[in-house]
């Protein structure tokens, strides 16, 4: 079993920046690729970035190339998702999860371990 909790999320203006973390406990976290996805009112969860196991390769979602990142920090068991220039369509519930693959997939199906969710919210 993989444990992931999020943190980071908030309410934040257009054009701003966040920062979520998920850290990782039970198994080996340089185990699992990582994934971000999020799920807006309404609307289907869809993957935002994604993370090889050593961090070496990263896939993102077209819309936010340019303005998000991602980022593995093995020694802590942490995965981040680095956010600027924040749109209002980026509000979201933002959930990190974990696949035993060595890329990061883009399906849903391919994770294994899910979070619990962090709101993030950008106001005008």
């Known amino acids: 079993q993989v444990q992931l909790v999020e943190s980071g999320g908030g309410l934040v203006q257009a054009g701003g920046s966040l920062r979520l973390s998920c850290a990782a406990s039970g198994r080996t976290f340089s185990n699992y690729a990582m994934g971000w996805f999020r799920q807006a009112p309404g609307k289907e969860r869809e993957f935002v970035a994604g993370i090889s196991r050593s961090g070496g390769s990263t896939a993102y979602t077209d819309s936010v190339k340019g303005r998000i990142s991602i980022s593995r920090d093995n020694g802590k068991n942490t995965v981040y998702l680095h956010m600027t220039s924040l749109k209002i369509e980026d509000t979201a519930v933002y959930y990190c999860?974990?696949?035993?693959?060595?890329?990061?997939?883009?399906?849903?199906?391919?994770?294994?371990?899910w979070g619990q969710g962090t709101q993030v919210t950008v106001s005008s």
């Open positions: 999860a974990a696949s035993p693959g060595v890329f990061a997939p883009m399906k849903r199906s391919e994770y294994d371990y």
